[in-house]
């Protein structure tokens, strides 16, 4: 089976390691958050990894090189120019569109979530939603006193888009050549009824946008067995 990850971003957020270090590359856990997701998607059955990348893709190459030293199949397409993760999926159509499905996610979420019960079924694509974790301590009130504090609970009657992803060829009819997926495809699929959406409330998933998320990250995986 085939998964496409993004990989293109600047991650600007995470400098200055990204001057030097492609986001995708930044260790975490003890290795760099590619490999996490290679591993992790190698137990589903995954063996071919299509990795979209601009900003500094060399040493994603280099790096990667053809995938062999992780027993995969890996390929390294350069965007010449940022196209957004729309754009970025829809460049790799013609090596894509065969398959019957497909994993699509982004580079640089760590999760251990089961990709078996992401299913299809008539949907063009379906989402894996986590529950939002609020980014803020929670003071709960009653009139005008405080009776207790919650630090960043899981909000679970809120659901977020985790970034990972199963697909069929239909999406690539909905595509823009330059553009985010989020906001082009998505939007479209979902008012004709064509996207699904999974719920993981017992799952871990982090994205590593930040130099706080990387040092939770890290704790995490230090502390805990993932996959």
Same mark, same amino acid.
């Given at each position: ?6 990989? $293109? ?14 986001? !995708?590359? %930044?260790? +975490?856990?003890?290795? !760099? ?9 190698? &137990?589903? $059955? ?12 060399? &040493? ?5 090189? #053809?995938?062999? &030293?992780?027993? +995969?199949?890996?390929?390294? +397409? %350069? ?7 729309? $754009? ?15 994993? +699509? ?15 299809? $079924? &008539? ?15 929670? =003071? ?7 009776? /207790? ?14 970034? =990972?992803?199963?697909?069929? !060829? ?10 985010? %997926? ?8 979902? /008012? ?8 993981? #409330? ?6 590593? #946008? ?18």
């Amino acid at each position: 089976m085939k998964a496409m990850i993004l990989a $293109g971003g600047f991650g600007k957020r995470l400098r200055p390691l990204t001057e030097t270090t492609p986001k !995708p590359l %930044i260790p +975490v856990g003890g290795k !760099p958050i590619l490999e996490w997701q290679i591993g992790w998607l190698k &137990k589903y $059955g995954y063996s071919t990894f299509i990795i979209t990348a601009s900003y500094l893709a060399d &040493k994603i190459i280099d790096h990667l090189g #053809d995938g062999s &030293k992780w027993g +995969v199949e890996v390929e390294v +397409v %350069i965007e010449k120019e940022a196209l957004g993760t729309g $754009g970025a999926l829809k460049s790799v159509e013609h090596l894509l569109k065969g398959e019957k499905e497909f994993a +699509v996610l982004n580079g640089d979420n760590i999760t251990n979530l089961d990709m078996n019960r992401i299913l299809l $079924g &008539k949907y063009a694509a379906s989402l894996a939603l986590t529950p939002l974790q609020s980014p803020y301590g929670i =003071v709960n009130v009653e009139g005008d006193r405080i009776t /207790s504090f919650a630090e960043k609970p899981i909000l679970k009657e809120y659901w977020i888009n985790s970034g =990972v992803y199963k697909m069929t !060829p239909k999406i690539f009819s909905y595509l823009p050549q330059n553009g985010a %997926i989020e906001n082009t495809a998505f939007p479209e699929l979902a /008012s004709q009824g064509m996207l699904g959406g999974v719920k993981f #409330d017992d799952c871990y998933w982090r994205g590593v #946008d930040s130099i706080k998320d990387m040092e939770e990250v890290n704790k995490y995986l230090n502390e805990n067995k993932v996959y």
